[in-house]
């Protein structure tokens, strides 16, 4: 079965950066694209970004655009999400996950796949 495992997830603070990793496994990583989506408390879960299944293609949500970076290493299956500029606000449980498509989706529901999540803590 298809498993995704988060991890690089910590306690920051404001201004600093951080890279999350998922490694993928139980199917073909690369014909899928891959998103990061985040959880803060008492809030909906929100798309942050998606590649495509070449990672030729990539996607931000407004509020990070500029300051995080999706990237894939298809041999390696895994996807990156490199964190900059980090503030208190990105502070969320971070998941990663795969739909059944190759090309970017925002909406959450698309998603079959999710991880259980890594905490990102930003202090101020």
């Known amino acids: 079965q298809v498993q995704l495992v988060e991890s690089g997830g910590g306690l920051v603070q404001a201004g600093d950066s951080l890279r ?3 490694a993928a496994s139980g199917r073909t ?3 899928y694209s891959m998103g ?4 803060a408390p008492g809030k909906e879960r929100e798309f942050v970004a998606g590649i495509s299944y070449s990672g030729a293609i990539t996607n931000y949500a407004t509020s990070v655009k500029g300051r995080f970076t999706i990237s894939r290493d298809n041999p390696k ?3 990156y999400l490199q964190m900059n500029s980090l503030k208190p606000e990105d502070a969320a449980i971070y998941y990663c996950a795969s739909p059944d498509y190759g090309s970017i989706v925002t909406m959450e529901s698309a998603y079959r796949y999710w991880g259980q999540g ?3 803590t930003v202090s101020s």
Request: glycine share 0%; hydrophobic share 45%.
């Open 20 to 22: 999350l990793s998922c």
């Open 29 to 31: 990583f690369s014909r």
């Open 36 to 39: 990061w989506f985040r959880q």
């Open 77 to 79: 299956n895994m996807v």
């Open 118 to 120: 890594t905490q990102v």
